[in-house]
């Protein structure tokens, strides 16, 4: 049996994971936090940025896509911002080396999914870091709200369904 950590130990763990995510932002101008399997039949995966936040921009995240798919996505767009590029609600974003086009749309529970970002940023629930939800179309062009869009809803739940 295993015993639970103390609050200290606990304590010191995520101080040592913001020590580690600060180490990536310098490095890589942003962290991705991918939370779940790389099979998607078992459980909605997600990910997110981290350090777009300290740059004055929401952070992204992104629902459904295997860990190297998401950190793709997420490292080219978070590279347009770190780049000046100012994402609005509604912007749909193309790509030359994805197929897919994605639609930026406001989160409104990020305190419910953004662990690590709220932990490095010190940020408590009621005043969570800000994000942006990338939803993607499916092979057809479709995006979540149009008529026959092919992907089951729990892999892309819309803004607000998902909770981590």
Known sequence: MTQRPTPEEVAEWLVEENRRTAQIIRRHGVFIQYVGSDDVRRSTAFAYTVGLFGLGHPELLVLGLSSSTAGSLLNTVAERVRAGADLSPGQVLEFEEWTHRVAVEVLP???QILFAANSYYQR???ASVPAYQLSYDDRDGRFPWDAGYDVPAWIQPRP???RA
């Open 109 to 111: 529970n990020p305190a």
């Open 124 to 126: 408590p629930d009621e």
């Open 160 to 162: 607000g369904e998902f």
